[in-house]
């Protein structure tokens, strides 16, 4: 006779219910699982939220657990769906709208709402909250229409709403109570040294700023302070903090404080009823960071299912800012006082600090800045409760040798249960099981395996660590050696030599021959296959369009709402009346929603729809901008000496010469010029793929620079002398740039990959190997098509794409 299933239902849909149910789902899987979210969206990972923001990754990027997870689980979920209230007499989970769900047992994990600053105006339109996806598109939505934004509170979660916005071109200012940004986490030293790099970054500050108002009529026009001054904005932000959300539990009658309360087993005052995450209550302390709540989850799943456990005594809080390129932790008691010992070392010129403090000799706390390769030493040291000594203190502070070695024997004295990785809840003991008992040799394959590193990659450090550690003599040539996916074990170099050892032709032949664990490969390996045989073939590889992202198949960029843009060639940032009437005359026959002058100096036309691309293709009679493609966007110029009383060079005409020789070009990834005619560097070359700065005796190159999420200046590659040798060098670095890169590899990436000396001996000092990539760039310039003019050739593509309904997916491939 079957044994009847437990009923287990978890309220919210979050990272702290489902992070709870994957551990009962290890130890248990009797259990008839039924899951609450009142998002419409599957589990997503909340700390990656920013970078949804700031456009860096998507909606589909940040998923946790996909549809298909809880289908594969047999977990009933219901989206869209607010629980009420849970009726203890009868047992039964109650949801808004009427239905019920009998229970054995319950797990809340309701999570926080923002805290919204109790002032007049708080709730105008354009005021949003920062905590999940309907707020962030509500702040993409406002970036295309506004201009200024103050986001309210200068802690962990405003920080990272304004770089988002600054990303998104908004002109951003966090207002901030106190006179110190996270002064919860950071103390003063560290606070200033932040404050100075975000200001570098373009974000503003209103310090020691009261807010006691929200003006403007039914949508926001700014906000009005204590001392009587004011600030406009379009779109105000408030992120002074969250609240635990205890609606649902307080309307079923469990006891609440500040949250639901619970023992050291997570146990609420309802017999069966768990709580864990930002909703709950231990021991007088809310948390609102992500590792304690896998903490929490670990000691709740074990007890429900029955394992014996440790109870949970609380956390160790640690927090690392994780966006805009800044490095930044601090964990445990981070300002000392009178009774503390400090060890404080700081480097102005690489804006590095290091705070350690002492009680009694035993590590308490600590504040890091720019370098936080130490924050995980660090935060298992606290929470042992260490004593320092010479050898810990010369690992931390960098003043001993050996250092690799104290490295590994931190990991080896690392717990199996202690968390290596918090933003998805992964421990030491998982990470080093899957390596001995699957095999695992590298980074990726853990993060595939575990989910280690998937987010905010904060502990990759540590997982390489532990893989060095398990695999001893093996790991440097195991870990040197990375697939490049989770469809099979080779590298990059592997597949192109096996394409053309192989004389490989198509992406489907390339899988079946070298022997893809997945014979319909992914939509990470297979653009990058279609690349390669692209580039080791230019003249005979057929372009295979399933095998693309869908905005390269539709050659127009999808946006959330389902519409495309259109960005029209404007060669060097130059255009002329005639095409701006063309341009403006097409926007309004075509209900156009929004124009935008991007940061690459060119037009940006919101809201086509699929249906009019080709015939707004047609009618503008201009050149795709290839805004969609990994290739060359934009070559951005200054005056240059044609009107600047300062310019030495003429950038205008050689960024449009430039962008016209090589447009079209498939890369690894996006690429972008600047080109300046004089060292002021108005068109900022500084952070571009390429950067020129003209100078009285000819051109200085610059390569790999990035001003994107990982913020990188660019390298100072060569001086030349002539207009014709500084094509010659482009063309020489971008060929040589799509031979060695990865796909999807910036030159940021690339340049500190295979090293600036190598980049330079291959092409400045090797002067026939840079003939060489120069006559095989100029072969693979001979294959590109205008691809709008193209599609509008093909009838049947054009037909099948933007005439039949449902065509089109996202992805890669399928």
Not at 103 to 118: C, E, Q, R
Not at 240 to 252: D, F, L, Q
Request: charged fraction near 25%; charge should be negative.
């Amino acid at each position: 006779m079957q044994t009847k299933r437990e009923k287990l239902v978890v309220i919210g849909n979050g990272m702290a219910g489902i992070s709870a149910v994957e551990q009962i789902l290890k130890l248990n899987s009797s259990f008839d699982i039924t899951v609450f979210g009142s998002e419409p969206h599957p589990n997503y990972n909340r700390i990656m939220l920013s970078y949804v923001l700031e456009g860096s990754k998507t909606i589909d990027d940040i998923v946790l657990n996909d549809w298909n997870w809880y289908k594969d689980n047999q977990i009933t979920l219901h989206t869209d769906t607010t629980v009420l209230k849970i009726d203890e007499v009868n047992k039964l989970v109650v949801t808004e709208d009427g239905l019920k769900v009998p229970y054995d047992k319950v797990i809340i994990a309701t999570g926080s709402n923002p805290f919204i600053l109790p002032v007049p105006g708080s709730y105008k339109k354009g005021v949003v909250g920062f905590r999940d996806i309907n707020d962030c598109n509500q702040m993409l939505i406002a970036a295309q229409t506004y201009k200024k934004a103050a986001v309210i509170g200068g802690g962990l979660l405003g920080l990272e709403a304004a770089k988002g916005l600054v990303n998104l071109g908004m002109d951003v200012t966090v207002v901030h109570l106190m006179d110190d940004l996270m002064e919860r986490q950071l103390d003063q030293s560290a606070s200033l040294m932040l404050k100075n790099e975000l200001e570098r970054q373009g974000i503003k500050f209103a310090m020691g700023k009261q807010t006691v108002e929200v003006i403007g009529e039914e949508h926001v026009s700014g906000l009005r302070f204590s001392d009587e001054s004011t600030l406009e904005a379009q779109l105000v932000v408030m992120a002074v903090g969250i609240k635990p959300n205890v609606a649902m539990a307080k309307e079923s009658g469990i006891d609440i404080g500040s949250g639901i309360l619970v023992d050291d087993y997570l146990r609420t005052s309802f017999e069966g009823v768990y709580s864990v995450g930002e909703c709950t209550e231990h021991r007088g302390v809310c948390y609102g960071l992500v590792a304690p709540l896998f903490e929490q989850g670990n000691v709740l799943a074990k007890h429900i299912c029955g394992v014996d456990t440790l109870p949970y005594e609380g956390s160790v809080v640690s927090t690392k800012l994780k966006i805009s390129g800044v490095d930044v932790f601090s964990a445990g008691q981070f300002i000392e006082g009178p009774e503390h010992a400090a060890i404080i070392a700081k480097d102005d010129w690489k804006r590095t600090y290091k705070k350690i403090i002492l009680h009694n000799d035993v590590i308490v706390g600590a504040v890091l800045f720019g370098d936080v390769t130490e924050s995980s030493n660090l935060q298992k040291l606290i929470k042992q409760q260490a004593q320092m000594t010479d050898d810990i203190y010369a690992t931390l502070m960098g003043t001993g040798c050996g250092g690799g070695a104290n490295k590994q024997s931190s990991v080896e004295t690392m717990a199996d249960d202690e968390i290596v990785c918090g933003c998805n809840g992964v421990t030491k003991k998982t990470i080093v099981d899957v390596i001995t008992d699957q095999g695992l040799t590298t980074v990726d394959e853990i993060k595939a395996c575990t989910g280690a590193t998937r987010s905010c990659g904060g502990c990759k450090p540590v997982v390489e660590q532990i893989l060095q550690y398990v695999l001893g003599d093996g790991f440097k040539e195991a870990a040197a050696k990375q697939g490049i996916c989770g469809c099979t074990t080779m590298d990059r170099d592997e597949v192109v030599a096996e394409i053309k050892a192989k004389g490989l032709s198509t992406t489907r032949e390339v899988m079946n021959v070298l022997g893809w664990n997945n014979p319909e490969g992914c939509s990470k390996c297979r653009p990058a296959i279609n690349y390669y045989l692209g580039m080791i073939n230019p003249e005979t590889h057929e372009d295979e369009k399933e095998s693309r992202f869908v905005n390269e198949r539709m050659n127009a960029n999808i946006q959330k709402d389902g519409t495309y843009t259109v960005v029209p060639r404007m060669y060097g940032g130059v255009t002329t009346p005639e095409d701006l009437k063309k341009i403006a005359d097409v926007s309004l026959k075509y209900d156009v929603k929004v124009i935008k002058v991007t940061g690459g100096q060119r037009l940006d036309l919101i809201g086509v729809q699929k249906e009019d691309l080709p015939k707004v293709w047609e009618e503008l009679d201009m050149p795709s901008g290839y805004a969609y493609a990994k290739s060359l966007r934009t070559v951005k110029t200054c005056v240059g000496n044609q009107f600047c009383r300062f310019g030495t060079q003429d950038s205008m005409s050689m960024g449009a010469l430039l962008e016209r020789k090589f447009e079209r070009l498939d890369l690894p990834a996006k690429f972008k010029y600047a080109v300046n005619g004089c060292p002021r560097n108005c068109a900022e070359s500084c952070t571009k793929d390429i950067g020129i700065v003209g100078n009285d005796g000819g051109w200085e190159v610059f390569i790999g620079g990035n001003g994107g999420i990982k913020a990188r200046i660019a390298d100072s590659f060569c001086k030349v002398k002539s207009d014709e040798e500084l094509i010659g060098i482009c063309g020489a670095i971008m060929q040589h740039y799509r031979e060695t890169g990865n796909y999807l590899e910036r030159t940021s990436e690339w340049v500190e990959r295979m090293g600036l000396e190598q980049i330079q001996a291959s092409i400045v000092t090797d002067l026939d190997n840079r003939a060489a990539l120069i006559e095989r760039i100029e072969l693979a310039l001979e294959q590109v098509e205008e691809p709008w003019s193209k599609m509008l050739n093909d009838d049947k593509t054009r037909v099948a794409l933007f005439e039949n309904k449902g065509s089109v997916t996202t992805g890669a491939g399928k």
